[in-house]
């Protein structure tokens, strides 16, 4: 697969992790399906990580086999952490 192909599948992941993500997380997110997608792209870098402390391939894992059951579980996690982080980061920025 070359560089336009990876490119499209991990913006169809992100947007797939991210919308799941957002409906697991307790709340209102107030983002569009641009930030959810970055958010998914990034959580499934960090559910790697994680995935990496726990013995598996890591980030490796994602990206060589995004479609395993293990990748996504490990991607939503991922996901669902960094939206808490960027809740935070935002929550005093929407007032008026």
Do not use: C, E, H
């Amino acid at each position: 697969m070359g560089f336009i192909g990876a490119l499209i599948s991990w913006l169809i992941i992100g947007a797939i992790i991210g919308l799941i993500a957002r409906a697991i997380m307790p709340g209102k997110q107030a983002m569009g399906i641009g930030m959810t997608i970055v958010l998914g792209v990034v959580g499934a870098v960090v559910g790697g990580f994680i995935g990496g402390l726990f013995g598996s391939k890591g980030v490796s894992g994602v990206f060589s086999d995004p479609w395993s059951i293990w990748t996504i579980v490990l991607s939503v996690i991922g996901a669902l952490i960094v939206m808490f982080i960027y809740g935070l980061a935002t929550r005093g920025s929407n007032r008026a």
